[in-house]
């Protein structure tokens, strides 16, 4: 079965910083990459999503990056502000079947 | 439209009771997934299901964990003979399918075991 992989588990930035947060996965046939925020307390919240046959979104601050060949895709947040602390889940799923999600990236914008 | 609801949203049980948490998906939404999240932990993937299609049960963590979804709609999840490890929030989620879209995640239900 597919495995995901997330790196930092927890990440520190300086308000107006970029954060980057990695996701390798493993089953080739995946071709979905959803990435969710989850504030604590409340449910994850689809922030960006990824479909196999593009390399790269963009969502105003938020951007993700897909590498096919190498499994591993990526969140990019520019210009970070503190609402954007929360704990961010990436995931990975082969025509929307089941997802396998990433351990989580516990994000701290400090002011 | 209302999105996805659980209830109940807190359920305190003894060790061995049975308990029934409740998942109702947005209308129309074919796709169901119930999903557990221990305490800071990530989400581990327990049962899907896509329309009248067999659910995929590959997550259930033992045979004291079952679930149905009835007409559909609206999917219950029991678990037998509760124990202290099944201690979590547990959340379902639901999106319009195969055609693709957004997973929409309930509340969650929080089960404490005692």
């Known amino acids: 079965g597919e495995n995901v992989e997330q790196h930092p588990s927890t990440l520190s930035v300086q308000e107006g910083d970029s954060a980057v947060i990695k996701c390798t996965y493993s089953?080739?046939?995946?071709?979905?990459f959803p990435w969710y925020k989850q504030e604590l307390g409340k449910r994850p919240q689809l922030i960006i999503d990824i479909r196999s046959n593009v390399g790269e979104k963009k969502d105003q601050r938020i951007a993700v990056t897909l590498n096919k060949t190498a499994k591993h895709f990526s969140l990019h947040i520019t210009e970070t502000q503190p609402e954007d602390s929360a704990v961010y889940f990436c995931a990975a799923s082969y025509n929307f079947n089941k997802f396998y999600f990433g351990s989580g990236t516990k994000l701290n914008v400090k002011p | 439209g209302a999105g996805v609801s659980q209830s109940p949203s807190n359920k305190v049980t003894e060790k061995g009771k049975d308990v029934e948490l409740r998942c109702d998906p947005i209308?129309?939404?074919?796709?169901l997934y119930w999903y557990r999240q221990s305490l800071g932990q990530g989400l581990e993937f327990l049962i899907y299901?896509?329309?009248?299609?067999?659910?995929?049960k590959s997550g259930l963590p033992s045979d004291r964990f079952s679930a149905e979804r009835t007409g559909g709609s609206v999917s219950t999840l029991t678990i037998q003979r509760t124990q202290q490890e099944d201690s979590a929030v547990y959340l379902c989620?639901?999106?319009?399918?195969?055609?693709?879209?957004?997973?929409?995640f309930g509340p969650g239900t929080r089960l404490t075991v005692l």
């Open positions: 089953d080739s046939a995946s071709n979905y």
């Open positions: 989620a639901s999106s319009p399918g195969l055609a693709g879209g957004e997973q929409f």
């Open positions: 209308s129309g939404h074919t796709a």
């Open positions: 299901f896509q329309g009248n299609s067999a659910p995929d």
